[in-house]
T-cell receptor, first 114, second 115 residues
Framework: AQSVTQLDSQVPVFEEAPVELRCNYS??????LFWYVQYPNQGLQLLLK??????LVESINGFEAEFNKSQTSFHLRKPSVHISDTAEYFC????????????FGKGTKLSVKP | GAGVSQSPSNKVTEKGKDVELRCDPI?????LYWYRQSLGQGLEFLIY????????KSGLPSDRFSAERTGGSVSTLTIQRTQQEDSAVYLC?????????????FGPGTRLTVL
């Protein structure tokens, strides 16, 4: 069975500081990897995804994540965060051969302080 | 264009009552998913619909939970004889087709509170 572990439930950080949100997964099959974000009082939305090819993927708002097959990780990073990045971030996987149901981690609440 | 909508946004019910939660997916999306977001459990997959095919019910936690999708569009999740542990936010998502690499578009959720 697949599982996703997000080790940090909460990450407080000051504005303009770098941040890394950790995600590890376990699966016996090949997977697609996703990061979804939930801003306060909003629904979940896709931030970025890894399907194949380059192991480094980027979002439009400066986040990036790197797929590491040997470590079964897909950590999310941003070199300099903004107040507006305050949100809950969910790492998720789906089995490449499946109908797409996502297995989520428990989420990491990123709190950016001025 | 319109996104995924869900109703009601909030539902408070008494233990033992039945509830119905509605999801309107994005027009033209053939794949529809229900998830549950509860404290301490994170987001859990419940059920999946693809077009008019038989649904994948593998994530439903008990036989008190059921769902249907009429005409390949609107979906209703029904919880019978609600229990306090059913309290959670129920999320619906749709996708353009069944491929696992597709983005899922989520609705705002229905917050269910069972007293």
């Amino acid at each position: 069975a697949q599982s996703v572990t997000q080790l940090d439930s909460q990450v407080p950080v000051f504005e303009e500081a770098p941040v890394e949100l950790r995600c590890n997964y376990s699966s016996s099959v090949s997977v697609y990897l996703f990061w979804y974000v939930q801003y306060p009082n909003q629904g979940l939305q896709l931030l970025l995804k890894y399907l194949s090819g380059s192991t480094l993927v980027e979002s439009i708002n400066g986040f990036e994540a790197e797929f590491n097959k040997s470590q079964t990780s897909f950590h999310l990073r941003k070199p300099s965060v903004h107040i507006s990045d305050t949100a809950e971030y969910f790492c998720a996987v789906s089995d490449r051969g499946s109908q797409g149901n996502l297995i989520f981690g428990k989420g990491t609440k990123l709190s950016v302080k001025p | 264009g319109a996104g995924v909508s869900q109703s009601p946004s909030n539902k408070v019910t008494e233990k033992g009552k039945d509830v119905e939660l509605r999801c309107d997916p994005i027009s033209g999306h053939t794949a529809l998913y229900w998830y549950r977001q509860s404290l301490g459990q994170g987001l859990e997959f419940l059920i999946y619909f693809q077009g008019n095919s038989a649904p994948d019910k593998s994530g439903l936690p008990s036989d008190r939970f059921s769902a249907e999708r009429t005409g390949g569009s609107v979906s209703t999740l029904t919880i019978q004889r609600t229990q306090q542990e059913d309290s959670a936010v129920y999320l619906c998502a749709s996708s353009s087709d069944r491929n696992a690499y597709n983005e899922q578009f989520f609705g705002p959720g229905t917050r269910l509170t069972v007293l």
